[in-house]
């Protein structure tokens, strides 16, 4: 079970619903700065993030998956389509709705360094959206901060310290300590932990599944990395080019792939046994402009199994293809046959090198051996020495 997984999670009720959700950004040129084309950054996007669930969104950068956040959040407004939370609409939602709603909906950015105001100390970075949300008691928003502090695993002492005091890990914390001191019931996370070594992330990773059991929080885990959103997500939606293509909880999208882009995505992933290794699929083509994608099917310019001219006229429709398990492709009940004519390697079969695994497999099961048994055999050796005869006449 992943780090952040929980039982319940996956059972839950929606918490947010997004519905054809669409942005496109104008691009202006001219004297008189007309529209002359759009980016389409999001196009047509559905999912719900349940109660109580970590929803990973994976793809590469520019696929759109940060704009999405922001729009569950209306940080920006949408084209067009719909995002309710509880039950409730955000983008007809008045100012005042809004500004009460976003403190149940907060946001964790990538770049610590960047997110945090080096002129002000920790404690009124932290305290600011209490004040913002009426606490005007000094005492109480520093009690509150001092408490949050707590739970990131910061010391009270640093609430007058500078950001520029803090290392990578600890900036990240008190980032989390902004989004987390309103209560708030849903989290989105933007590359939380790209930003920071490897050693760092996992603190992070797993304080963060920590906090999300300990407050009951859901978030919406953004990443380009899919091993860290293994570890934490209970489900995934793999995007590309603006589109969602594939979604389905994360054992299953793990175990069992159904589009081929995910299946690239997959083979990227770094094994961390060295015997092992996994064979890498690169992907041939460049990434289409989101300006003009592909029409059809938006990977077909890159897909190694595309069929013609179905693939480039006809969109695929993101639609339920096992129990929980969606996917764009109008041949993934039949990738395997296509993978075999093409010579396309699915990454779930992973070339191990035999001999190697048997000299691991060994130096595992010796290192397991009980201490006592290794030292009989060596005192048996010992005996078996000391009774052959010496060499030389
Ligand atoms: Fe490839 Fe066609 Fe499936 Fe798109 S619809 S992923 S081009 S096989």
Redesign the pocket.
């Known amino acids: 079970m992943s780090a952040g997984a929980t039982p319940a999670a996956g059972d839950g009720k929606p918490l947010v619903r997004v519905q054809n959700l669409v942005k496109y950004f104008p691009l202006r040129g001219g004297i008189l700065q007309r529209t002359v084309a759009e980016v389409k950054a999001v196009d047509d996007v559905t999912f719900d993030v349940r109660a109580g669930e970590v929803f990973g969104l994976v793809g590469e950068s520019g696929c759109g998956k940060t704009t999405t956040g922001r729009l569950l959040l209306r940080l920006i407004e949408p084209t067009s389509g719909t995002v309710e939370f509880d039950g409730r609409d955000l983008t007809k939602m008045k100012s005042d709705e809004l500004k009460k709603t976003r403190s149940d909906m907060q946001i964790v950015f990538q770049d610590p360094y960047a997110s945090l105001n080096p002129r002000l100390p920790i404690g009124e970075i932290i305290g600011e959206g209490l004040s913002n949300m009426g606490v005007r008691d000094r005492h109480q928003r520093e009690e509150r901060v001092a408490a949050i502090l707590d739970k990131v695993g910061l010391r009270r002492y640093y609430i007058n310290r500078y950001p520029h005091e803090f290392s990578g890990g600890q900036r990240q914390r008190i980032g989390l300590a902004r989004a987390l001191v309103l209560e708030p019931k849903f989290v989105v996370a933007d590359e939380p932990v790209s930003a920071l070594d490897v050693s760092i992330q996992s603190q992070v990773l797993n304080l963060m599944a920590d906090l999300k059991d300990e407050l009951q929080l859901t978030y919406l885990f953004i990443s380009h990395n899919l091993s860290v959103v293994e570890h934490i997500s209970d489900r995934v939606g793999v995007m590309y080019l603006g589109k969602l293509?594939e979604m389905s909880s994360t054992e299953d999208l793990f175990k069992n792939p159904k589009?081929?882009?995910t299946k690239f995505l997959l083979s990227a992933i770094p094994k961390p046994d060295p015997r092992q290794h996994r064979q890498r699929l690169i992907l041939s083509g460049d990434v289409p402009s989101p300006i003009n994608p592909p029409t059809g099917?938006r990977?077909?310019t890159r897909?190694p199994?595309?069929?013609f001219p179905?693939?480039s006229e006809q969109q695929?429709a993101f639609e339920l293809k096992s129990t929980g398990h969606w996917a764009?492709?109008?041949?993934?009940e039949q990738t395997k046959e296509?993978e075999k004519e093409s010579g396309f390697v699915a990454p779930a079969i992973e070339a191990v090198d035999e001999e190697a695994a048997a000299i691991g497999q060994a130096e595992r099961s010796a290192a397991s051996e009980p201490e006592d048994v290794l030292e009989s055999e060596l005192d048996e050796e010992a005996r078996r020495r000391s009774s052959e005869p010496l060499g030389g006449e």
Request: charged share 0%; hydrophobic share 45%.
């Open positions: 293509v589009h081929p882009y099917c990977f077909h897909c199994i595309a069929q179905i693939c695929p764009a492709c109008h041949f993934a296509l």
